[in-house]
């Protein structure tokens, strides 16, 4: 990881996507919803498979907060589990907060 990008989003969306999958390339992509799965190879039953682990989910809502959530995901549990959930108001100048931080675990 390069460290914080800092860069200004000169478009009206509301989420940037950025990836780097090594060899099979790069991807980047201004838009107003993301949902990002990474998976990693498992042994479950003897048998090797790859295993959908964590995702992050964005979106705007309809006040304009911006939501990114991130979902861990294990397959001895029945649902996934939020670990963190961040916030932000860019549209309300009367917020206090650039980016709230909300790290307790919820079941969803």
Request: net charge negative; hydrophobic share 40%.
């Amino acid at each position: 990881m390069d460290g914080v990008l800092t860069t200004v989003i000169r478009s009206e969306n509301a989420l940037r996507v950025d990836c780097d999958a090594a060899t099979a390339g790069k991807f980047r992509a201004n838009t107003n919803s993301v949902w990002v799965k990474v998976g990693q190879r498992i042994r479950r039953g003897g048998v090797q498979e790859v295993w959908d682990s964590v995702a992050v989910e964005g979106h705007q809502e309809p006040d304009g907060t911006i939501v990114a959530q991130v979902l861990i995901f294990n397959p001895d549990w029945d649902e996934p589990l939020q670990i963190a959930s961040l916030r932000s108001r860019p549209r309300d100048p009367n917020s206090l907060t650039a980016l709230g931080c909300n790290l307790n675990h919820v079941s969803q």
